[in-house]
């Protein structure tokens, strides 16, 4: 079975950084594409970031130059590395997983299959 | 940069009715990059429906998706206390490379 669980998240001053992880279960996040998702107080949900089977990662220009993801594909687990954080980065963070989708013979990971509980970062002073 | 506009925003009704949630996009969407989520308050987002009609694994046959370039709909089509909760669509492959529509919310009358 799949399980994702996210860990890291906390109360941070405005310029801070935090890390973010992603521990999986029930699959190698190696070769997977995976993703980060958030959700503000009140708001709905927006993508942050994506990594690709071959490590490219793409960013929300939200969080473009601040926010790097990464992957161990020792312990499983997907990273968020935030940093010069602002107070409009307040969010429950998720990571999904994209799994390819295909058709005309090539693949692409439309959706998100499968997501964490979250954990809450809050950035205020 | 494609917009996705949800509609409504909040429905009011009761188990049993029958609902069709609309997604509309400001640009055409492919059909194979048009997903459905449901999503309740303290849990983890669920996905519904992909490739605009696709149930997803474990997603109850009451929940049908359809529509193309534009427009999309989520039809529940008899519903259960448990499916009271925001429904999300959401695009993929335009900038950005994803993004969500802002959600309806289904709440019992």
């Known amino acids: 079975e799949v399980h994702l669980v996210e860990s890291g998240g906390g109360l941070i001053q405005p310029g801070g950084s935090l890390r973010l992880s992603c521990a999986a279960s029930g699959f190698s996040v190696s070769g997977e594409y995976m993703s980060w998702v958030r959700q503000a107080p009140g708001k709905g949900l927006e993508w942050v970031s994506v990594?690709?089977?071959?490590?490219?990662?793409y960013y929300a220009d939200s969080v473009k130059g601040r926010f790097t993801l990464s992957r161990d594909y020792s312990q499983n687990t997907l990273y968020l590395q935030m940093n010069s954080l602002r107070a409009e980065d307040t969010a429950v963070y998720y990571c999904?997983?994209?799994?390819?989708?295909?058709?005309?013979?090539?693949?692409?990971?439309?959706?998100?299959?499968?997501w964490g509980q979250g954990t809450l970062v809050t950035v205020s002073s | 940069e494609i917009v996705l506009t949800q509609s409504p925003g909040t429905l009011s009704l009761s188990p049993g009715e029958r609902v069709t949630l609309s997604c509309r996009a400001s640009q055409r969407v492919s059909r194979h990059y048009l997903a459905w989520y449901q999503h309740k308050y303290g849990q983890a987002p669920r996905l519904l429906i992909y490739a605009t009609s696709t149930r997803a694994t474990g997603t109850p046959d009451r929940f049908s998706g359809g529509g193309s370039g534009t427009d999309f709909t989520l039809t529940i089509s008899r519903l259960e206390p448990e499916d009271f909760a925001v429904y999300y669509c959401q695009q993929y492959g335009s900038s950005p490379l994803y993004s969500f529509g802002q959600g309806t919310k289904l709440e019992i009358k």
């Open positions: 999904a997983r994209n799994p390819l989708y295909y058709y005309d013979s090539s693949g692409y990971p439309p959706y998100f299959d499968s």
């Open positions: 990594i690709y089977s071959g490590d490219n990662t």
